[in-house]
Every structure is written in structure tokens, then in C-alpha cells.
């Protein structure tokens, strides 16, 4: 069996190898790189160093429509090919695992939920793209720049009006209600990405000392638990024929349900519970071992540019995070803004995530 | 040039097995090796002494080989009846129900787990339960279990059994003496199949077992995903090797104590199948109808209803939009389609040759062909994320990780050991004889496989090949792990993608995607036997 001739980073990451001369020097060389390209600014230099193929490793819920990087092609001369597998959490765990011998250059979809991990990871170079004074403060969690927002959207508590046993419920406490507790699913947090979203959403709103109290409440009033978003959505909710009038979805699934409406309708079926929504903000880096940093950077700037920004949210149905940016009429009639989302720090999130989904587990599922 | 000389022909009879070797060695031993290297590098023997120490690690493991096995159990037992029932007997649409169960193959998970609940759950019997996931295994595995041992059924030369009735062996006795030991290769081989496939399955504990039921391979995704605690899932996935390896183990001393040559060649057999006219003959055909409609047919009918549901009526609007790209997909589900069929092609053919180098050489008992034969259960017997990480890391550097070969590659791997089961019998019933004496007459080994083999084993191959383009069709947990851009899109990830956001068109095509699926394998797989009977 052959041995490839393996990078001294690519050991276990409990015990990293100083980098090599050869990497330290390709580091400088490509931040110098890096200046130059902001100093001199512009796409002239990057059609000088030849036709270069970027790779965008995303994860499978990335589409956007035919042809969207046609013009950054024309204007930069760099081709991108995006490469996608798993969900977020799944990228993240790809992109440490190749730490050093990254399966692209850039990376797209790690999201607030994994972001400390990857930045842990130390798995991307830092870039500061001059589209960021169009994304508002809130969203640039990084201040070292490592990765960049790109867009984001909400995960909230999702209700089929016609089947509501009562009034819409608009706290997370009229959740805990036995009557709707009872009629409501959501996913379990260790193999759902809203399930677990969910679950920050309740320890940000009741806090270290509340939430389990809430869950415990959840639990008695019957909440039902399924493993993923369409066993919950297609499977227990009433939109695929089960009986549960709530669950867990995003922000924008009302906008969805409309626009693959079939046959076509003008009012979401579905609403939403804005006081339960927990944000997830998805973003982009440049993976630490490219060739193409420089280029990488031309094109985490044309992510926030205007033209793909606008083509975002119909095809994954997650908002732009260049503010500047219009949201299609669809979303405008039929989504919800959701003013104050509840959040934690990617820090919290990180070092308590086994903890927090173990005693999840504890209080719900034993 | 004498061709007989041994050297020449032992170089020649030894050069297929191995390269089937090397290629297995390059896709399942190699990238296991590297992923498990790279998780457990630094991790000392403490680390490993407290994660094997965990009560939780010992009741999951325990609870994956009790459900596996029970499922096997199962499967068995209900396949056993079918198996014979198409083997031995004349019943009607005989060669409808061996391609319908074939069917359950590709249909995708996530589409199986909603039609269960439709079914079951207008029985009243249906929670998330263990009772589920049984149904679910069954659904899935009967095809093993009937393909395979219903194969080798049908080779088995009558006058074998005639014979000791005539001594005055009872039936059951006959069946007990004569017939049963011949079974025993084929019945070890599927029920190994069923065993790791039951072992490793994932969407179906998560969906239909309910969120408080942990497998191995669940727990494996949990670690080496979630929490990313890499060594856990390492030793887990080592824990799933050595279940492997075991099993491997027993099920060849078991299969070695079968009767070498108890199956007769396809030119000395009779082929003629019993009438169903007698009671005992009555009841087992009522039983394999029963059986197939409950199981696998009621589900497919409810999938299919709800695939013309449109409004309020019903109508064929979900499979016309097939041929459009919908905005949450990279490319058409139809496109999709025919990306799956081309990676089948490609995939059937490198498993069917590798399947019958392999089963040639074990028929002359050569130790590489077993080799062969125990590695390739591995990939069945490991998780999709070990495979997925594995391709990760141990291709980083040839380059390999995005190559859209590795689509195919990683689905005739996954496919050898079904067709290995398949065509096992038929070549082990060629008589060693009978290639001797061909040799004898001054035939070249060319001559002997054209003549010969080919003609024998032809069935069972198509056969198999079959399996194969199905394994391949309905790969998801693999696939799902491997990069790739829109060229590499199959229609198992468009079905998972279309449900995986709301909206009545997009599940409608899911659901109408996953039926011209299972159509167009059934098809194939009815298309094979006919060409494959026609001799």
C-alpha cells in the first residue's frame, strides 16, 4: 500500500507540529500577497496571474441560480467550481479534519452555532473584505476577521394556523402552555441543526438557571421529539398529514410554504412565533492552505456583492447580510422580521454544547 | 506454446483476485486505516481505557447487535418461505415479485420511514419503536435473503432429493439431509449481508426508532459530527470493525462444513418447478403473497398514492416538473436521475467483474479469493462517516477527493458483497471435473470460461449486476459524504434535498422522484431475469 508523503500538519490535532520554513515562508508570501492586492486594489492583477480555479466547499443546502459567478469570471478571470457535502456542522468537522490540506479554498456555510470551532481550529487565514461596511456590526462576529458573514436567517417555532387548539401563542412560555406542549415537535439537538438552535433560543431567553425548568415544563405538557427537520416537519407536523400544530422551523418557512404552494396560495398556511427565534449567521473563510489566498479574497467579496447577495434568498431562503440589499417582494408579504432574535456567543456556544444537549437529553428523552 | 503449463496458468488464475484486492485495498482498507490513524494519533491509552470504560458505549453496541441480529432473525424467517416459494414452485407473477423486492433497495429512507407511518399508522400500530425499525430492515432486506438463497434454491438438482425419498427419507428429513446442507453458503451469506446492513443502518433508527434508541453508527455521526470528539468515534468505529471481523469469521467456519458440490451444473439440472396443486403447496403460496403485500408491497402503494396527490386530487403534476431545476437543487431531479444511472453502469461492471474473479478463484480455493470475499463485507459493516472521513484524509494527497470516479468506485464496493452472494452458488456448481475434462480435450482456458462458465453462471451474473445497479442507485449515506459539485448530484440527495425545505411541490417531486426510481430498478431487475432465464 502505498504511503502518501504526508504534511507535518496533518497529525492529530492534540499534537500540532510547528510549521514548516517552507509553510512560514508560503504564510508571507501570501500575506504580502494579500497587501498588495489591497493597496493596488483591483481585479487587473488577478487576470495578470493567469486563469485560476477557485473551489467553494459548502455544505448541501447551498444553490444559487445558473450562472451567478458568470460575471465574476468575466471580470477577474477566476473560475469557481463549489464543491458541497453535509450539513454545517458536518463542513466544519470536514475542514479540521484536512486541516492544512484544505479540500478547497474557500469555505461557505459554517454557521455561529460551529464557528468557534473552526476558529479553534485555527483552519482559516484572515481576510478583511472592503464589502464589510455594507454588513451591519451585529452580524461581523469575528473581529480578527477570519471569516466573514454572508448571510442569515432565523430558526423559530412554526404554527399551522388552522390547527392552532386556540389563539396563536406569542412567548415562549405560552409554548410551555400543556395544551400546545403537547401539540408541538421539534428536533433533538444532537442531530438537528434547528433542534439545536432551539435549545440555545431557550438557554438565551431563561438563562442558565431557567432553562432546564422550561424544558422540564416542555416535557411534562408532552412535547414530541423527532431526529431531523422533515421527520418533524413532513412527518408529525400538519403540513405532511400528522397532527402536531406546531414545530420547530425557520423564519422564512412561511415564505416557502407559498412559493412551492401547490396548488398556488396568497397566504402562508404557516406563522410564526417571533419570540422564539435564535439566529443563525452563516458565513465564509479562507481555508488555510490555498494557493489562490489573493483570489480567495476577490471572491469572498463577490459573495458580498450585490448581485449574489440578491440571488440568495430564493434559492436557500436565508436573509443577505449586505444590508444594502433588497429582500424579493415574496419575503417582504409573506416572511416575518423578527426584531430582537435571541443569540449566544459562538464562545458559549462551544463550551458548553455537551453539556447543555446532555442535560437536554437527560430531562427530555429519560 | 503448451498453455497448460502451471506457472503460466497459476499467474494467470492469481492476477484477477489480486488486482480485485488491490482495488479494495485502495478504497476500504486504506482510507479506513488513514481516517483511524489520523483520529487516534495522539490519543493515549488512559483516553482509550475511559471511553471503552463508559456503560454508555457497552449498551449502545449492545443494542446495535440486538436489533441487527433481531432484524436478521426476521428477515429470515419471513424471506425463508418466500425464497422457496419462488425457487420451487410455479406461482403467478413469480418473476414480478423477485423484481418487486428488489425495489426497496433505492427507494430513499427518508420516503420508506413516511410511507411506514402511513400504513402502519392507520393500523394503530405504529409508534417510533423497535418494532419499526424490524419492519423497516425487513422491508429493505427481504431481496437479500430471497435473491440469494432463492437463488441457490433453484440450482439445486432434484434428483438428489428424489433419490433419498425413494429410500424412504420423510420430507422433512429429505430437507433436513439433502437440501439444507447445500443451503448453508448461500443462507450464511445473506444473513451476514442482512446482519451488517441491519448493523450500520442509520436513517431508519433515527426516523423510525424515536430519539431515545442509539446505535453504533448513530453514535459515531453524533461524535465525529456533533461534538467532533474524533477518538470516540474512532473507538466506536473500531468496536464496529471488530463486530465485522467476528461475524466474518463465523459465518466462513459455518459456511466450510457445507458439502462441497451438493449443487448441480445448469446442464444436468432440472428446472422444472412444481405446480401449486397440493394443500401444503397452497399454503405456502397464500404465505409468500401475504408476506410480499404486507411488507413490501403496501408501503410501495402508499408511497405511490401519495406521489399523484396534487391538491386535492390526484394527478401525474409532480413527475411532468421533474424535467425542471427547482431553485433549492444544483440541477434538474431528472438530471439527478441520469447522473445515478451513469455512476450504476459504471459501478455494476466493476463490481460484477471484481465478483466473479473473486467467486472464481474461492471456487478453486484460493486464499485470495476468501480474502477477497472478507474484506469486501467490510464497508457493509462500517459507517458511511468512517468510509466518508476516510476518503478525506486518505486521498488528501493524490488529489482523489474530488475525482467524480469515486462515486462509482465507492458504490461497487459497497455492492460487491450482494453480488458475490449472488453468483457464489452458481459458480461453486460448476463441477471442478467438468473444466478438467474440458482442459483434457484440448480446450484453452479461454475456451473452457467461454463454454463452459459463461453459459452456467450467466443468470446468476445478470443477476447480481442487478443488485448492484440498485445498490448503487439507492446509495445515499456514502455519497452523502463525499464532496462534489452538480456533476456529481445524485437522485438519492435530491430526494433528501427537495424534503428538506417546505412546500407541496417539493415533496410532491421528492415522492415522484423516489417512484421513478423504484420503476426504473424494478424494471431492470424484471428485464435481467427474463434475458437471464431465456437460454
Known amino acids: 500500500m502505498l504511503h502518501p508523503d504526508r504534511d507535518p500538519s496533518d497529525r492529530s490535532p492534540q499534537a500540532p507540529l510547528p510549521p514548516t520554513i517552507a509553510r512560514r515562508s508560503r504564510r508571507l508570501a501570501t500575506a504580502c500577497a494579500s497587501v498588495l492586492a489591497a493597496t493596488a486594489c483591483g481585479g487587473s492583477e488577478l487576470v495578470a496571474s493567469g486563469p485560476v480555479t477557485l473551489t467553494l466547499v459548502t455544505h448541501e443546502s447551498f444553490t444559487v441560480s445558473d450562472g451567478i459567478f458568470d460575471s465574476f469570471t468575466a471580470e477577474t478571470g477566476i473560475t469557481v ?35 468557534q470551532r473552526g476558529l479553534d481550529a485555527e483552519i482559516f487565514l484572515a481576510y478583511e ?4 461596511a455594507s454588513v451591519p456590526e451585529a452580524l461581523q462576529l469575528d473581529p480578527e476577521h477570519r471569516v466573514t458573514p454572508i448571510d442569515y436567517g432565523d430558526v423559530c417555532v412554526n404554527y399551522w394556523i388552522d390547527a392552532l387548539p386556540g389563539d396563536p401563542p406569542t412567548t415562549l412560555d405560552d409554548l410551555a402552555e400543556p395544551e400546545l406542549a403537547s401539540s408541538f415537535v421539534t428536533q433533538n439537538p444532537e442531530t438537528s441543526s434547528p433542534g439545536f438552535a432551539f435549545l440555545l433560543a431557550t438557554i438565551a431567553r431563561y438563562g442558565e438557571d431557567g432553562w432546564e425548568n422550561y424544558w422540564q415544563r416542555l416535557a411534562d405538557g408532552g412535547v414530541t421529539v423527532e431526529a431531523g427537520w422533515e421527520g418533524a416537519y413532513y412527518g408529525q407536523f400538519v403540513a405532511g398529514g400528522g397532527d402536531k400544530a406546531l414545530v420547530t422551523s425557520y423564519a422564512s418557512s412561511p415564505v416557502a410554504e407559498v412559493v412551492f404552494a401547490d396548488p398556488p396560495v396568497d397566504v402562508a398556511p404557516t406563522g410564526v412565533l417571533t419570540d422564539s427565534c435564535f439566529r443563525q449567521i452563516e458565513f465564509a473563510g479562507i481555508l488555510d492552505g ?4 489573493e483570489q480567495a479574497g476577490a471572491l469572498i467579496d463577490f459573495l458580498l456583492s450585490e448581485e449574489f447577495q440578491a440571488d440568495i434568498p430564493l434559492n436557500m431562503f436565508v436573509v443577505p447580510a449586505n444590508a444594502e440589499v433588497e429582500l424579493p417582494p415574496e419575503f417582504v408579504e409573506h416572511g416575518v422580521t423578527v426584531e430582537n432574535p435571541l443569540t449566544l456567543t459562538p464562545q458559549e456556544i462551544e463550551e458548553h454544547r455537551s453539556a447543555w444537549t446532555e442535560r437536554w437529553t437527560d430531562i427530555v428523552l429519560r | 506454446m503448451d498453455r497448460h503449463r502451471p506457472s503460466l496458468t497459476g499467474i494467470r488464475s492469481a492476477a484477477p483476485p489480486t488486482l480485485a484486492l488491490a482495488f479494495l485495498g485502495a478504497l476500504v482498507v486504506w482510507p479506513i486505516v488513514a481516517i483511524l490513524v489520523r483520529s ?25 447487535v440486538f436489533q441487527a441480529a433481531l432484524s436478521t432473525v426476521m428477515t429470515l424467517a419471513l424471506g425463508f418461505p418466500v425464497a422457496l416459494g419462488l425457487a420451487r414452485y410455479e406461482l403467478p407473477g413469480r418473476r414480478l415479485i423477485r423484481s418487486l423486492v428488489v425495489v426497496p433497495f433505492v427507494l ?20 417510533q419503536s423497535l418494532f419499526a425499525i424490524l419492519a423497516a430492515h425487513v422491508f429493505f432486506n427481504l431481496a437479500v435473503v430471497v435473491r440469494v438463497l432463492g437463488g441457490a434454491w433453484s440450482r439445486i438438482d432434484a434428483r438428489q432429493a428424489d433419490a433419498a425419498r425413494v429410500l424412504g427419507a420423510s420430507s422433512w428429513q429429505t430437507f433436513r439431509r439433502v437440501t439444507f446442507p447445500v443451503l448453508r453458503g448461500p443462507l450464511a451469506a445473506s444473513a451476514t449481508i442482512v446482519f451488517l446492513f441491519c448493523f450500520t443502518s442509520y436513517g431508519v433508527i433515527l426516523m423510525l426508532g424515536g430519539p431515545t434508541r442509539a446505535t453504533l453508527e448513530t453514535e459515531i455521526q453524533r461524535y465525529a459530527v456533533f461534538r467532533q470528539e474524533f477518538d470516540v468515534a474512532a473507538v466506536l468505529a473500531l468496536l464496529q470493525m471488530c463486530v465485522v471481523a467476528l461475524l466474518a469469521i463465523a459465518a466462513g467456519r459455518w459456511q466450510r462444513r457445507a458439502p462441497a458440490a451438493g449443487l448441480s451444473s445448469a446442464r444436468t439440472l432440472r428446472r422444472r418447478r412444481l405446480p401449486i396443486d397440493s394443500g401444503p403447496s397452497r399454503v405456502l403460496g397464500v404465505m409468500v403473497l401475504v408476506i410480499v403485500g404486507v411488507v413490501i408491497v403496501l408501503p ?55 465478483a466473479v474473479v473473486t467467486a472464481r478463484s474461492i471456487a478453486r480455493g484460493g486464499r485470495l479469493g476468501r480474502l477477497v470475499g472478507l474484506v469486501s463485507l467490510v464497508p457493509l459493516g462500517v459507517s458511511a462517516v468512517t468510509l466518508g472521513f476516510g476518503y478525506l484524509v486518505g486521498f488528501a494527497r493524490f ?42 480435450l484440448g480446450a484453452s482456458p479461454r475456451e473452457v470460461t467461454r463454454r463452459i462458465e459463461r453459459p452456467i453462471v450467466r443468470r446468476a451474473v445478470l443477476s447480481g449486476a442487478g443488485f448492484a445497479v440498485a445498490v448503487s442507485v439507492g446509495e445515499f449515506g456514502a455519497t452523502s459524504f463525499l464532496a462534489r459539485g452538480a456533476s456529481g448530484f445524485t437522485a438519492p440527495l435530491a430526494v433528501f434535498r427537495l424534503l428538506s425545505r417546505p412546500g407541496d411541490t417539493l415533496r410532491g417531486q421528492a415522492l415522484a422522484l423516489s417512484v421513478i426510481i423504484g420503476l426504473i430498478v424494478g424494471s431492470l431487475a424484471l428485464v435481467l431475469d427474463r434475458v437471464g432465464e431465456a437460454e
Not at chain 1, 479540521?96 to 455561529?112: A, M
Not at chain 2, 481505557?49 to 463508559?54: H, M, N, S, V
Not at chain 2, 461453486?428 to 473444466?435: A, F, G, H, Q, V
Request: glycine residues 10%.
Open chain 2, 300 to 354: 410501495m402503494v402508499a408511497l405511490v398514492e401519495r406521489s399523484l396527490r396534487v391538491g386535492d386530487g390526484h394527478g401525474f403534476d409532480h413527475f411532468v416538473r421533474l424535467a425542471e431545476r427547482s431553485d433549492v437543487l444544483p440541477v434538474s431531479p431528472l438530471r439527478a436521475l441520469l447522473h445515478s444511472l451513469a455512476f450504476a453502469s459504471v459501478a455494476a461492471a466493476i463490481a460484477v467483474a471484481c
Open chain 2, 108 to 127: 430513499p429512507t427518508v420516503v420508506v420511514a413516511a410511507s411506514f407511518r402511513a400504513v402502519f399508522g392507520a393500523f394503530g400500530v405504529f409508534e
Open chain 1, 129 to 132: 473584505s472592503p464589502m464589510l
Open chain 2, 399 to 440: 488529489d482523489l477527493r474530488r475525482s467524480l470516479w469515486l462515486i462509482p468506485a465507492a458504490h461497487a464496493v459497497i455492492g460487491l458483497p450482494f453480488v458475490l452472494a449472488t453468483i457464489m452458488p452458481a459458480i461453486t456448481s460448476i463441477p471442478e471435473r467438468l473444466r478438467q475434462a474440458a482442459a483434457g
Open chain 1, 81 to 115: 467550481e463549489v464543491v458541497g457535502a453535509g450539513d454545517a456542522g458536518e463542513i466544519v468537522s470536514r475542514a479540521v479534519l484536512s486541516k492544512g490540506q484544505p479540500e478547497g479554498d474557500v469555505l461557505f456555510g459554517i454557521d455561529n452555532t460551529f464557528l
Open chain 1, 290 to 293: 490555498t494557493e489562490h489566498a
Open chain 2, 40 to 64: 487516534l494519533g495522539g490519543v493515549g491509552s488512559p483516553r482509550l481505557a475511559e471511553i471503552l470504560g463508559r456503560d454508555a458505549v457497552w449498551s449502545v453496541a449492545g443494542f446495535t
